[in-house]
């Protein structure tokens, strides 16, 4: 099997040989990223595309941002090339129409990092990459990872789209909570996660620990936490601190979204470790989701992982290799979790996530 992904064309090849014109769908920080590659391989550009509500005449690149009917009315046929990440049901529909009419792609790039899951990443890892498969829980998660692979070395979205799964079914399945849960939340965002951990478990728990960098979004955090009532709860420990290895100071580049980035220069920022935050204290349940920093956000809770053994909620989607070096790291940690590999709604291939459940 895979022997045979590797006979697959990629999204990189078919684009340097085609013939048809190449326009590209959505501008911004992807749309960008993309430009820099394709200039490396001679994949040339030919126009602009977006969203019928955002074309105001404006221009990316020194081309006129079209609308794709105009796209439409210019060329007979063409190569598509989405360029932004999305989740509404609405837009991923609009995109699998589109794909379904013409050569659509939405190549994976590593949201940290340079390295692209490319033909030549997956030769130089495919023996980790078959072992992890082979390791996986269940069955679903071995068709999850094998269809995730097709996707990152094509393209192309088919592969892609039936990886989904829905979030709330997957976690009442593979994470039940109870009523005496220790939460340890890693990228804890504007409280949302906090805020589906409490339902999740009816408002009764023993501790929460949450640990977010972004200013904005850790002030979000808190008016969530003093809206539902437990802005003074003694049993929360909020944390405007990046999770890393050990305390100590990094850089961000804070963008109050989901995607505030380790960089070598920026916003200075305190970091702390699981380990250090808890002090031994228990942790049943830990999430992480820190924007390409799991591997060191993981070494950091070391200890409290060996020790407690807590369920994980563990992001997989950020750096090309997290797929397989992650699981291992929880291995090369505390040896007996049963991994399950699920995927949440988006285009291109972000929550990606690992259930790790203690035996």
Known sequence: MFSTLLTLPTCWEQLQKTEKPIVMYGMGNGADRLLAIFEGLGVEVREFFASDAFVRGHSFHGKRVKKLSEIQEQYEDFVIVVAFAVQDRPTLDAICRLSERYELYAPDLPVAGETLFDREFFRAHMAELQQTCESLADERSREVFLDLLRYKL??????????????????????????????????????????????????????????????????????????????????????????????????????????????????????????????????????????????????????????????????????????????????????????????????????????????
């Open 154 to 359: 094509t393209g192309r979205i088919d592969p892609l789209m039936k990886t989904e799964d829905d979030r709330r079914e997957v976690l009442c399945q593979l994470l039940p909570l109870g009523q005496h849960e220790a939460f340890v939340d890693l990228g804890a965002y504007n409280g949302d996660t906090v805020a589906e951990f409490l339902a999740a478990c009816d408002g009764e728990f023993d501790a929460i620990y949450a640990i977010e960098p972004d200013g904005k979004n850790f002030k979000k955090m808190g008016k969530r936490l003093d809206e539902m009532g437990l802005g003074t709860d003694a049993r929360i420990r909020l944390h405007n601190a990046a999770a890393w290895s050990e305390p100590t100071t990094l850089y961000f580049a804070a963008k109050a979204g989901r995607n505030s980035t380790v960089t070598a220069a920026g916003r200075e920022t305190p970091a702390e470790s699981v380990d250090h935050v808890l002090g031994g204290a228990r942790a049943s349940y830990l999430k992480l989701d820190v924007e390409g920093s799991e591997r060191e956000a993981l070494a950091g809770a070391a200890e409290t992982i060996r020790r407690h053994r807590p369920k994980i909620l563990l992001s997989a989607y950020h750096r090309s290799e997290d797929l397989f070096a992650l699981p291992m790291q929880i291995n090369s940690i505390a040896e007996g979790y049963r991994f399950y590999l699920r995927r949440f709604p988006y285009i291109p291939a972000w929550e990606i996530n690992y259930i790790c459940i203690p035996e």
